[in-house]
């Protein structure tokens, strides 16, 4: 119901959707300890009501029409009653799970696709949002999953009121024609008919989050940030743009949740109907002793603190960063208007009344928050363990231990007496070895370390620039291209052609002693120079192209592309990791082993023949804050340094042991 208002306030206060154009249902309890639903039957998010909703807003809708549709609440998992469609007797239907399920049924994969396909063949363009997964289990921490534990065999009716089972066949058929089947977990096969996103990949989890921990109230994950993302009305903005944002958001902070992209991912959101919009808010007051001003927006609209917005002179229209006069950040979001703390940009005029606001991406966290979880732990030993970890936080500029505002990290001591970090989730963070644990010498520290640098990997993965009016938007291409069994470099770099492509293109595996070639393509009219960092799975973050320590870049001329091999390896001990190529494009000259961190429990130390030596331009110095020894700011904003004259991308590839 949360998430519901929020995209509700979304549509109809920023993008000024009539009211007459949205259909909502909902289930809301009145009383914590009752099921009873507060709305009318008409109002109640059953099956019956899901379905007419469906059929209503395709009959509604003029062809061409944007239709956005967007469920948050439970996913789950069903013995099939389409075993002729499906194809097996055991097979399993995913399905959202409507408020009547106890007497009534799961609105199942193969009747969303009907009804999917239905609004597509009327020529509507058609976008999903599912904030649901269809596993459960048992959290640690402050998140909850959002799925129903197991695979249900409950009866339940046969008679689909989306249509007959020859139509659902038909239908299901021209969905799946031409893929590799329906992978287990997934609610609906690929299709270029619409983009879906999805909280979460197959058999992972979706949480939801008390993100204010002021108020206590909870959101989904995946709604929480894509509403960040969408508030900032960005030009040319792309569901691949959301997808690369929504990753970089939830998987850092919830480790078993990547949300998926299917469809088109280079359409822009919306179409090109909202594409060139600013939302622009108003600066109320200025005061000029604290260097604060007041702005007209707040939590009615989903702010939060530390959130930033650029600040342009009354009246312009051009909003691109050339006119910026100053970046401020929340510090005080009330329901409608919020204190910020202003940053003027030098040589910009003051922040006037009645000047103008933009809200950009939200701030990377540098300092980042831990709990030390130490509900099951009774021994005096065990006790004082953490202890100890709380005394070697002390004056730790990283690390911090958790306030009102939501945590990072969870500490705490498992059944056989070894440190866990974890995730917020309660999800332990793998590869952190060796085990430290209550007879480990200084553990305490050796936690605290690692902490810290989690906190510097983590703050390099998320960095980006979000800014839609750099030039360098959207022109710089990144993608896996294929891989090959044997490869000698001497052979120069093989046709693409010639590659095998990966099984699924927007999860690609490979194993280990493998070759795969990443392709990078410059599509902006300057000539960039281009770097490619590896963050590897053993929390180390190093610059592999090119490789040589003395070298900085390669030169990418407008146009131009180059398909780079690697080779894929996993250490002694291991049997899959995940692997992350970054790549950053730069119209001038930049050292981006400024971001190098050695593995973990490795020393810190500058690398590239950077120790002991300053950035030499701006971007450089945006860069060095994040592996500082002493962060100089809470968070990170891209917004106060040059954004034209960068950019970044980043891809994945999950490799394997042979």
């Known amino acids: 119901m949360r998430d519901i208002q929020h995209v509700e306030a979304h549509l109809t206060q920023v993008l000024k959707v009539p009211q007459s154009q949205i259909l909502k249902l909902t289930s809301t309890s009145s009383d914590p300890e009752s099921r009873e639903p507060v709305e009318s039957i008409d109002r109640l998010a059953t099956y019956a009501n899901i379905v007419a909703k469906f059929k209503q807003l395709t009959e509604m809708a003029p062809a061409g029409a944007q239709v956005y549709v967007h469920y948050s ?8 009653v389409y075993p002729k469609i499906k194809g097996r007797e055991d097979a399993i239907d995913e399905g959202l799970v409507p408020a009547d399920i106890g007497e009534s049924q799961y609105l199942r994969d193969i009747e969303l696709g009907n009804l999917l396909k239905q609004m597509v063949k009327k020529g509507l363009i058609t976008t999903v949002v599912l904030d649901c997964c269809h596993s459960g289990g048992a959290t640690r921490g402050d998140a909850e999953v959002r799925g129903v534990e197991g695979v249900d065999t409950t009866p339940r009716p046969l008679k689909s009121l989306v249509a007959s089972e020859e139509n659902l066949a038909k239908t299901w058929q021209e969905l799946t024609e031409g893929t590799r089947g329906l992978e287990p977990g997934r609610l609906l096969p690929d299709s270029k008919d619409y983009v879906l ?114 600040i342009y002179p009354f009246g312009i229209k051009d909003f691109s960063q050339e006119n910026r006069i100053a970046v401020a950040t929340v510090v005080e979001a009330g329901a409608t208007e919020s204190w910020c703390t202003v940053e003027v940009i030098d040589n910009k005029p003051p922040v006037k009344q009645s000047d103008q606001a933009v809200l950009l991406a939200a701030s990377t966290n540098l300092v980042r928050r831990v709990h030390l979880d130490s509900t099951e732990r009774t021994t005096p030993e065990e006790v004082s363990a953490l202890q100890t970890v709380r005394d070697a936080l002390k004056d730790n500029k990283w690390i911090e231990l958790e306030s009102d505002k939501p945590i990072h990290y969870i500490v705490s001591l498992n059944q056989s007496g070894e440190y866990e970090i974890c995730d917020s989730a309660g999800k332990p963070y793998p590869n952190l070895r060796p085990a430290v644990n209550l007879g480990t010498p200084d553990a305490a520290q050796t936690i605290v370390k690692r902490l810290v640098h989690l906190a510097k990997y983590q703050a390099a993965e998320q960095l980006a620039n979000l800014d839609k009016s750099s030039p360098l938007t959207s022109k710089l291409i990144v993608e896996w291209v294929g891989q090959l069994e044997k490869y000698d470099p001497e052979d120069g770099i093989p046709d693409i052609s010639t590659l095998k492509p990966f099984d699924d293109p927007n999860a690609p595996m490979s194993k280990a002693d493998k070759w795969i070639f990443l392709r990078v393509h410059n599509g902006s009219p300057s000539t960039l ?14 610059q592999i192209h090119p490789h040589d320590p003395g070298s900085r870049f390669i030169t990418l001329e407008s146009g131009n592309e180059e398909i780079i091999p690697f080779r894929l390896s996993l250490p002694t001990g291991y049997t899959e990791m995940l692997d992350t190529a970054k790549v950053f494009a730069t119209v001038g000259e930049a050292n981006f082993r400024w971001l190098e ?47 034209k004259e960068w950019t970044t991308k980043q891809v994945t590839v999950t490799v394997k042991r042979g």
Not at 73 to 80: F, L, Q, Y
Not at 304 to 310: D, G, H, I, V
Not at 529 to 542: P, Q
């Open 197 to 310: 996103l999805a909280a979460c990949r197959p058999n992972e989890l979706a949480y939801e989050y008390a993100f204010d921990r002021t108020g206590g109230e909870r959101n989904g994950a995946l709604t929480y940030w894509l509403l960040d993302i969408l508030r900032q009305k960005t030009p040319g903005l792309t569901y691949k743009d959301i997808q690369d944002f929504l990753n970089a958001k939830i998987h850092s902070q919830f480790s078993q949740q990547t949300p998926m992209l299917m469809g088109e991912g280079n359409r822009e959101v919306f179409g090109t109907e909202f594409g060139t919009a600013h939302y622009a808010v108003t600066v109320m007051k200025v005061d000029e002793t604290d260097r604060r001003i007041l702005m007209n927006t707040g939590r009615a609209v989903g702010l939060r603190e530390e959130t930033s917005f650029a």
């Open 597 to 643: 961190l050695p593995a973990i429990d490795q020393p810190l130390t500058r690398g590239g023949n950077l120790a002991g030596k300053n950035p030499s331009n701006s971007l450089e110095a945006l860069l060095s804050t994040i592996t500082d020894e002493a962060p100089e700011t809470r968070s990170l904003n891209p917004a106060k340094y040059p954004s």
């Open 73 to 80: 609440g439970h996913g789950g998992r069903a013995k099939t």
């Open 529 to 542: 120079n281009v770097a490619i960092l590896h963050l590897g799975s053993n929390w180390a973050v190093t």
